[in-house]
């Protein structure tokens, strides 16, 4: 991006959003689970749904990538970053609570969801107290843990087109399936979802999140940075398993390991580069595929692009 182009784009953009709110040239690994990722060109943070909208409809109009991002847990990005605009809902992250319904808008965190539905003696997001994924990204992948899912209890969303326009989307519309919807599909931008709970016993509520918080504490390699599973479940396997006996756990290239404690997870053990990690998630795959004819495939989503020398 030259020089020039970049003064037009900020001078365009700074007439809806705060100037604050645009960072240039900012490093994604800032931003990401993992502690990786090249930079982003525009790096925008709206505090408001007016900005969001605004953002969205400039990128469209310029014809500039757009590109959203929650808390980067599910995500890897390259180490060449990302063209355009980078869009970040870290600052839209109110939870409130109406009646049986919790609203939770695309930057809050579900785990904090979950929390704010116990204080209310709400039940039907125990499932999500372990996942460290924000609003959007467990719409868009339908995140599930522990027997419970996303499309169990979501109602509906509001969400953005990539044009701009404000839309509510109803159950019966988002899709959902394993780690998969519509928002994907379609291209939609969340805004927000509604969740329809019931009412529960705060003391088994409690219970039940302690538990599904202590096997996560206990299995998952938490101490280092990652992108969390990075397999979906083959029919009939677990990639876990499946990694583990091929021999892989403790394999490396480079700062990234496959975890000696789950193996359905690769950490980044030491200033790994996204190059390393993706070469590793290969590996994996090739192994396992040679050794049990069985291809695995990626949950986390790969995005940006590659660094040249």
Do not use: W
């Not at 397999?231 to 021999?247: M, N, T, V």
């Amino acid at each position: 991006m030259t020089e020039q182009l970049l003064e037009q784009l900020l001078a365009g953009l700074y007439e809806g959003i705060a100037k604050e709110a645009v960072l240039i040239n900012e490093p994604l690994k800032n931003h990401t689970y993992t502690k990786m990722g090249g930079l982003a060109d525009l790096f925008l943070i709206p505090s408001t749904y007016e900005e969001t909208a605004f953002a969205v409809r400039y990128a469209y109009e310029h014809e500039l990538p757009l590109t959203m991002l929650g808390n980067g847990s599910n995500l890897v990005v390259r180490d060449g970053g990302i063209r355009g605009i980078v869009l970040s809902f870290e600052k839209l992250t109110d939870i409130s609570v109406e009646g049986h319904e919790l609203v939770a808008q695309s930057g809050a965190a579900i785990i904090q969801a979950s929390r704010v539905a116990y204080d209310h003696a709400l039940s039907g997001l125990e499932f999500a107290c372990g996942i460290p994924g924000t609003i959007g990204g467990a719409l868009i992948m339908n995140a599930g843990a522990y027997g419970g899912e996303v499309k169990d209890c979501l109602h509906s969303a509001t969400v953005l087109t990539r044009k701009g326009e404000l839309l509510n989307i109803s159950h019966e519309e988002l899709e959902l399936g394993y780690r998969s919807s519509c928002f994907s599909k379609k291209e939609y931008i969340i805004l927000e979802g509604r969740f329809l709970l019931t009412e529960g016993d705060p003391a088994l509520i409690k219970e039940m999140m302690d538990d599904l918080t202590h096997k996560r504490e206990t299995k998952q390699p938490l101490e280092y940075p990652s992108c969390g599973s990075v397999f979906k479940r083959p029919e009939g396997y677990f990639a876990g398993k499946l990694i583990q006996d091929s021999g892989l756990q403790g394999a490396r290239i480079g700062g990234a390991e496959v975890s000696q404690k789950h193996a359905g997870f690769i950490v980044n053990i030491k200033d790994a580069t996204a190059t390393d990690y993706i070469s590793l998630i290969q590996h994996v795959q090739e192994t396992v595929q040679e050794k049990f004819g069985i291809l695995l495939e990626p949950e986390v989503k790969i995005i940006g692009e590659e660094l040249h020398s």
